[in-house]
Structure formats: structure tokens, C-alpha cells
């Protein structure tokens, strides 16, 4: 019993990632004609937690974003991938904001 506390805590402790900047950079790899299953495997990240849009482990998404940049000769990553992304894809985030008539009642969380 001991030994599968320690497991779920093991898992409960470590910070996870929505995943779309994992699934963005994925396409965008594909997008430039290069597999990314490599770099997911080795930052530890199944293709099938991208593909279900599962959470992912914080620590994994940042090593694989870094291996995605240098594989696409590419060191503003984050502003590409923020050019290419759908913000419907943010979820309810997006909607949110794009329902709110400035930032301030977009974040204003009292309703």
C-alpha cells in the first residue's frame, strides 16, 4: 500500500501542461517535413498523449519544445507557434476573452 502512495504522489506532484504548445510545435515539425515522434520520445512524451490532447508533463513540454527549436533552426519558436496557433484552440480561455468587452472583464473572475 505504501509503495502505491508513493506512486500517486510521485504523479500528483509533478506540474503538467495543458499540451498545446506541444501539439503546435508537433505540426509544426510536420509542417517543415520532419517527424516529431523522435523528439517526443526523447523528451518522454507519448504521440498518443498529443494526438488524445492529454495533459503533459510541464519539465517534458519545455525539453521538447527546446528540441523542436533547434531541430527547426528556429530560436523564437514561441512567437512562430503563436503566429501559426488557431486561439480557439486555448478552450475557454479563448472564448472568454473573445466574449469580453476588454482584458479587464476577461480576467475580471467575479462574473
Same mark, same amino acid.
Given at each position: 500500500?505504501? %509503495?502505491? %502512495?508513493?506512486?500517486?504522489?510521485?504523479?500528483?506532484?509533478?506540474?503538467?501542461?495543458?499540451?498545446?504548445?506541444? #501539439?503546435?510545435? =508537433?505540426?509544426?515539425?510536420?509542417? *517543415?517535413?520532419?517527424?516529431?515522434?523522435?523528439?517526443? =520520445? *526523447?523528451?518522454?512524451?507519448?504521440?498518443?498523449?498529443?494526438?488524445?490532447?492529454? #495533459?503533459?508533463?510541464? *519539465?517534458? %513540454?519545455?525539453?521538447? !519544445? /527546446?528540441?523542436?527549436? #533547434? =531541430?527547426?533552426? /528556429?530560436?523564437?519558436?514561441?512567437?512562430?507557434?503563436?503566429?501559426?496557433?488557431?486561439?480557439?484552440?486555448?478552450?475557454? !480561455?479563448?472564448?472568454?476573452?473573445?466574449?469580453?468587452?476588454?482584458?479587464? /472583464?476577461?480576467?475580471?473572475? #467575479?462574473?
Amino acid at each position: 500500500m505504501e %509503495q502505491v %502512495q508513493t506512486v500517486i504522489e510521485s504523479l500528483t506532484s509533478c506540474p503538467t501542461a495543458s499540451g498545446l504548445a506541444t #501539439r503546435l510545435a =508537433a505540426r509544426h515539425l510536420e509542417r *517543415k517535413g520532419i517527424n516529431p515522434e523522435p523528439f517526443l =520520445a *526523447k523528451a518522454g512524451i507519448s504521440p498518443r498523449s498529443v494526438v488524445e490532447r492529454g #495533459r503533459i508533463n510541464a *519539465k517534458s %513540454q519545455t525539453l521538447f !519544445l /527546446d528540441l523542436v527549436s #533547434r =531541430a527547426a533552426g /528556429d530560436e523564437f519558436l514561441g512567437l512562430t507557434l503563436a503566429g501559426e496557433c488557431d486561439l480557439r484552440e486555448t478552450g475557454m !480561455l479563448y472564448y472568454v476573452a473573445a466574449s469580453s468587452p476588454d482584458l479587464g /472583464d476577461a480576467l475580471d473572475m #467575479r462574473g
